[in-house]
């Protein structure tokens, strides 16, 4: 069973930072590309950051220089370092995996509120 557990989100001021976490279980973690999504209301998910099997990234133009994705092979988990945040990074964050065959599959979410 797999599954994905995000926590970390907050309310912060702008030009502050935070640090979101997700714990993954149930998946071959050390083969597997993870990303982080937001979804802000009324706006569709995008896709906000990925981290590959061999540790390479990218990111949404949004984001560059100011979000740093990581993971831990050993604790089967993934970060996401947020700095500098702005009013327009309100969003419920998402831990997610696409497996080959089995589909994409996504944590609960974690509100971060930024607030100016």
């Known amino acids: 069973q797999v599954q994905l557990v995000e926590s970390g989100g907050g309310l912060v001021q702008a030009g502050e930072s935070l640090r979101l976490s997700c714990a993954a279980s149930?998946?071959?973690?050390?083969?597997?590309?993870m990303d982080w999504y937001r979804q802000a209301p009324g706006k569709q998910r995008e896709l906000v950051a990925t981290v590959t099997p061999d540790g390479n990234t990218n990111y949404a133009d949004s984001v560059k220089g100011r979000f740093t994705v990581s993971r831990d092979y050993a604790k089967n988990s993934v970060y996401l370092r947020m700095n500098s945040l702005k009013p327009e990074d309100t969003a419920v964050y998402y831990c997610s995996v696409n497996l080959a065959r089995r589909g994409r599959y996504w944590g609960q979410g974690t509100q971060v509120t930024v607030s100016s």
């Open positions: 149930g998946i071959i973690f050390s083969i597997n590309a």
